[in-house]
């Protein structure tokens, strides 16, 4: 099996397992060939938009699909940025500062470039905001449902900084803020719970208001660059989607509110805000989703009457698989992150060990194939640890053992360290870990072995490297 990687899919209501062989070679190879970095490039400057825009999301959602079934990327992550490119591919967008606008303007002036764009530009650009807020609202409910809003208690965060920082997930810089501020008083981790669980629920007014739509995504920024310092987990889609999306609403004529919500059903009632004739004024895309301008109050044009449509439809969707905790891509249940924690802090790490049983630097699932990630490494070892025999552990084993052996260092032992420190007891606690149990893979031997009772512990090896995976951009 020296091109192909048995991955093993352990079903929950199954008592069989199920056993995938996958020829990683032909699957890169064909990323390469079909996924069409080329044709994202052309979709974000604006070119053949039409064509690039649509083919674009397709390739992407096979190839996130991918991603998402491996658990390269888990969760939320792409889903707001893939919805957004669907909608502006099944709508059309390319206006401002595309380069098919700008085209536009050079061979039809102003006027040609903006003809037609008024209801239907401003549905799409409420609908792209629809999925943007509805990420955010659905991750905070979640979290509000499963822990209450003691999920914002001090206590709570300051045990997932800790552990998710200690699991190993930084990158390329040494911060490890969580740890240098953790004789930090209490108040300050509450703070930053409460800004994190009230923060993404608040996201659920952007659609629907100007001041919302002015401060909270920026304040949802601000939360991920200090989730990358304090929690070392890279939201890249959303860090850079959100400057985007401040970006794409500047620069196409979104002054006022062409996009509110609120202000589009007062229009749909005959009623006309005092704030509809300033939009109108300033604005003809405003007074288009208005239904009026500075004559009589109209009704609701045919794409105003279509983009709620989409919107009741969007939004009803999102609802439906968040009820059902579904987590199928480009869906999500928005489930991560969303229990109680208290001490003690429960984290892992990857470690090797030489043949004398000394302990050697960390490595990463992803060492072994881009493709599998702790769980199925867990799962692999658990299964020969308790049935050597069984077809899982075969399976594992088959694909793991050869591949172990080729790593650089030629490590005898490869190891996950199941940690637990109390950091409320000792904060100094040596090694941030008070015990552990150690699940090893004999690369030589082709065998697995639990060691316990809990082993003392040793060493956080912080120049460990970020694993790599496939790649997402």
């Not at 044709?39 to 053949?48: M, T």
């Not at 196409?252 to 005092?274: E, I, K, Y």
Request: proline share 6%; aromatic share 10%; glycine share 10%.
């Amino acid at each position: 099996m020296d091109e192909s990687i048995a991955l093993v899919e352990f079903s929950k209501h199954r008592r069989k397992s199920r056993v995938k062989t996958v020829d990683y070679a032909h699957i890169e190879v064909g990323l390469k060939i079909w996924f069409p970095h080329r044709l994202l490039v052309a979709a974000a400057a604006g070119v053949a938009t039409p064509a690039s825009c649509p083919l674009a999301c397709g390739a992407w959602l096979l190839y996130g699909g991918v991603l998402h079934a491996y658990n390269t990327w888990r969760g939320h992550s792409f889903i707001a940025a893939w919805w957004g490119l669907a909608i502006l591919s099944w709508r059309g967008g390319a206006r401002g500062l595309s380069v098919d606008g700008l085209a536009a303007r050079l061979l039809l002036g102003r006027r040609g470039a903006r003809r037609g764009g008024g209801d239907r530009r401003g549905w799409t650009r409420f609908l792209v905001t629809l999925v943007l807020a509805n990420n955010y609202l659905m991750a905070g409910l979640t979290k509000l449902c499963a822990s209450g809003a003691l999920w914002a208690s001090g206590t709570n965060l300051k045990t997932k900084l800790l552990a998710t920082t200690l699991n190993g997930r930084h990158f390329l810089f040494r911060g490890f803020l969580s740890l240098r501020l953790r004789h930090v008083p209490e108040p300050f981790w509450t703070f930053l719970g409460a800004c994190g669980l009230f923060g993404e629920i608040a996201m659920g007014l952007v659609p629907f208001g100007d001041a919302p739509r002015l401060a909270l995504p920026a304040v949802m920024w601000a939360m991920h660059v200090g989730i990358l310092f304090l929690q070392h987990i890279l939201f890249i889609d959303l860090l850079l989607l959100i400057p985007a999306w401040y970006l794409a609403h500047a620069v196409d004529g979104a002054s006022g509110g062409p996009w509110d919500l609120g202000r589009a059903v007062a229009a749909a009632r005959g009623a006309r805000p005092a704030a509809a004739a300033g939009a109108a004024a300033g604005d003809p895309d405003g007074a288009a989703l208005l239904g009026g301008g500075r004559g009589a109050p109209r009704p609701p044009s045919r794409a105003a009457r279509d983009g709620a449509r989409a919107a009741a439809l969007l939004l009803g969707s999102f609802a439906a698989v968040w009820v059902a905790g579904a987590e199928f891509f480009p869906w999500n249940g928005f489930r991560m992150f969303a229990t109680y924690e208290a001490p003690p802090a429960t984290y892992h790490r990857f470690a090797t060990y030489d043949a004398a049983g000394h302990r050697g630097p960390d490595w990463h699932p992803h060492d072994l194939s881009p493709v599998l990630n702790r769980k199925r490494l867990s799962d692999g070892l658990n299964a020969c640890a308790d049935a050597p025999a069984y077809d899982r552990c075969e399976a594992f084993l088959a694909f793991a053992a050869p591949r172990a052996a080729a790593l650089p260092g030629a490590p005898a032992k490869l190891a996950i360290q199941y940690r637990s420190w109390d950091y409320a007891a000792d904060l100094d606690k040596a090694h941030y870990c008070d015990s552990m149990v150690v699940l090893a893979l004999d690369v030589a031997a082709g065998t697995v072995a639990a060691a316990g009772p809990p082993e003392p512990c040793d060493f956080v090896d912080w120049d460990a490297k970020t694993g790599q995976t496939m790649g997402t951009l």
